[in-house]
Structure formats: structure tokens, C-alpha cells
């Protein structure tokens, strides 16, 4: 496991992180929110050993983090970084060869991972022929190449199509699965609901939430409740234990003291006629992003 532990930095006299802790485990893909300058490239560039932190450690399994699982980590940075003259598959055999991979191994891997990621017929092409999203492909079989300990991927999905997001989320999700923990960032909240098995949002440099989508959903979980009757719900107002909080002819969505209070609402309505929905309200990790964020 990698932990990010209590780190600080800042540029100047600006603070850009402040006292950041979360971890990433293993085997989990981790998804990495947060607003335009909110310090997750920075964190990052920290955990990659590219910037020093002012303060605070990285440890990987309770340990101080080492110079050479740093070199075994997968990184793709926000800056990218391949070279543009130089053919996809001869830059990725360049890679492993620099992980100390043999030159075979390093092929027979690359093509593998370029066939996975339907970039196969292009491995002859120099980088700078492909286009914008199968560039970043590139970047993340690059990533991947060496067999990483980690994976650490600055917004490896900006850019790809939806078959590039199926296609890289299944190459991502069988490397998280042999136990290599993976930290994603991405401005994509739907994608990265769907995707990850953790999140840790980050506003102004700090953790405003972290834990799995459920953790997140019950913690922020309000108890409203929402009724879409085919009669008029402006009765349910006058209820004892309910604050209604929006009304509309036949919706009504409101705040309930306790469960059984919600249910008698319910069986007020059914009384009433039909009951198109009743239920708690669903959150999305969007409302919740924006309420931690604020
Ligand atoms: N080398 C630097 N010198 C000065 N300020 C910097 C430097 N690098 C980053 N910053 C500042 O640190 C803050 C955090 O930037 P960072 O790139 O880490 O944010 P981010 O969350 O990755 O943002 P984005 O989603 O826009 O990529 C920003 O205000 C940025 O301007």
C-alpha cells in the first residue's frame, strides 16, 4: 500500500497542499478528484519523486518509500512525454530496455500491450502521425510496459473515445487486479463513479473526502425522500416529522425525521391513488463533489 502521508507544499509563499493524507491499495483502482489547480499533478509529481515535498512522507507498506520502487512505478504524466519522430513500438522497447527489461521480453510485451489497446496496426508509426487519442494510447502502454509495482496516470482518460475508455478501464482494471495498486486522476466524475474503487477528492489543496462511492454516498447521505403520485402532494406537507423541500402538482421531495415517518407518506399516498416512484433520494457523486468542494 501506498500512503501519502501528511504532505505539504507549497510554491512560493502559495500553499498548494496542506497536511495531504490518503493511500492507495493495492489490487484498487483509486480515483483521484478535484478541481483545476487543486494539486493532483503536484501530488503526484511528489509521489513520483519528480518534486520534493516540504514536508511529509511517502511509505510504501509503512516503509519510506525507496528510489527503486519509485523507478518500478508506471507514471504518465500530465506533460506526456513520448517522442514524437521516434515509431510507437521502438520507443515503448526503449523503455522496458530502460526497466532493465531484455530486448525480446520488452517487444513481445509492447506488442501485446498495443494489440490490447487496439494500437497494434500503428506500431510501426512514429507518434507524431497519430492522432491526439491514439497518442494517448500510447502513453498509457508506456506506462504499463515494464510490469509497473504502480500505477500513477495523470488523466489517462482525457481525450479517448468510448471504446479508448472501455478498452484502456479493462487493461487498467486486469493490472489492478494482479495486486499493483493504481491512482488515477480525472475530471470525468461520471467516469470515474463507474471506474474506481475509491476516490479522494481534493479542493485547495487539501482531502476533502476520500473512501469507496458507498462510504462517500452514505457519508453525505441526507435523509430526503422523493414521492411522484398521480394526484396532487400538497397534503403531505401538513405531516408531522416532514419538511417538505420542493413541491410540484404531483412530485414532492422532502426530509423525513425518521424511515417510518417516509413509509407513512407512502401509504398516505397509495390511500390517495396511484404511486408512480417513491424512495430515498439518490445522490450522485457530482452533487457530492461539489457539496465537499465548495
Ligand atoms: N512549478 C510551479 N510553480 C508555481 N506554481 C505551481 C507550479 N506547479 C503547480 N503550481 C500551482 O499549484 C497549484 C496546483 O497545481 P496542480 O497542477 O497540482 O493542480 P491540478 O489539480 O493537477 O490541476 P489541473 O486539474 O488543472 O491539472 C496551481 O495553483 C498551480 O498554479
Redesign the pocket.
Known sequence: MITVNEVSKS??S?P?LQDLTFSIRPGLMTGFV??????????MRILLGVLDADSGRIEVDGAPITRDYRAGIGYMP?ERGLYPKMSVLDQLVYLGRLHHMRGADAKARALELLERLNLGDRAGSRLEELSLGNQQRAQIAAALVHDPVALVLDEPFSGLDPNAVETTLQVLRETADTGVPVLF?S?QLDLVERLCDELVI?AGGRVRASGTRDELLAAHAEPEWELHADADTGWVRGLPGIEVLHFDGGRARFRADTPQAAQRVLADAAARGPVHRFGPVTRSLHEIFTEVTR
Open positions: 510554491f512560493g502559495t498548494v478535484g478541481g483545476n489547480g487543486a494539486g493532483k499533478t503536484t501530488t500530465e486522476s475530471h481534493l
